[in-house]
């Protein structure tokens, strides 16, 4: 909109402008080097007088008024702009983030299945080793040990090695590892 209220009053302005180059010897703007700031600033200055000549002071206000907005607008633009680019590498550096920690979270699992399966056999080490010992032996060594790992253990056994063993423990120890093995989940 800002575009074709300018274009409106270059039209309208050609005629001055053509005017006052011929009565005036001004050097040809293009040959003139301007920066950003400069240029605007002589483009308002430019506006400004020719609707001044024009006499209609709502029409000098309203399109300063729009110069500002457009200024405004694209500052904001601007901001936008590297507020988008700072989103956009945020976001990549968070997608990296959440792909190493799942990297990470798969290795600790394998660990932790690593680790289960490595107990198990030696559970199961355990259990071959403790049914080939006599049930005194036998309910010694599970005697002493955790209760968890000789409830584990027992519940591997043969219900009448099983027997034998508490059996042979003393009647605490018996006692305490049998309650155990009736709630022992299977």
Do not use: W
Not at 41 to 70: C, H, T
Not at 96 to 105: A, L, S, V
Not at 123 to 140: I, N
Not at 170 to 181: D, G, T
């Amino acid at each position: 909109m800002n575009k074709i209220f300018m274009l409106f009053i270059l039209t309208i302005s050609m005629p001055l402008f053509a005017e006052e180059t011929v009565k005036k010897e001004v050097k040809d703007p293009r040959e003139q080097k301007f920066n950003y700031d400069e240029f605007q600033e002589a483009v308002n200055e430019r506006v400004e007088k020719q609707l001044k000549r024009l006499g209609r002071g709502k029409i000098i206000n309203f399109s300063k008024e729009l110069m500002k907005k457009e200024e405004l607008l694209k500052l904001r633009e601007i901001e936008l702009e590297k507020l988008a680019e700072q989103l956009k590498m945020n976001s990549s550096d968070f997608k990296n983030k959440i792909k190493n920690f799942r990297g990470n979270q798969v290795k600790f699992l394998a660990c932790l299945d690593d680790s289960d399966k490595q107990k198990e056999k030696r559970v199961s080490h355990m259990v071959d080793v403790v049914s080939g010992m006599k049930p005194q032996s036998a309910a010694e060594v599970l005697s002493v040990q955790d209760s968890e790992i000789s409830i584990r253990i027992l519940g591997m056994l043969p219900p009448e090695k099983v027997s034998k063993i508490f059996n042979l423990m003393k009647k605490e120890i018996s006692a305490r590892l049998q309650k155990q093995y009736m709630t022992m989940k299977k």
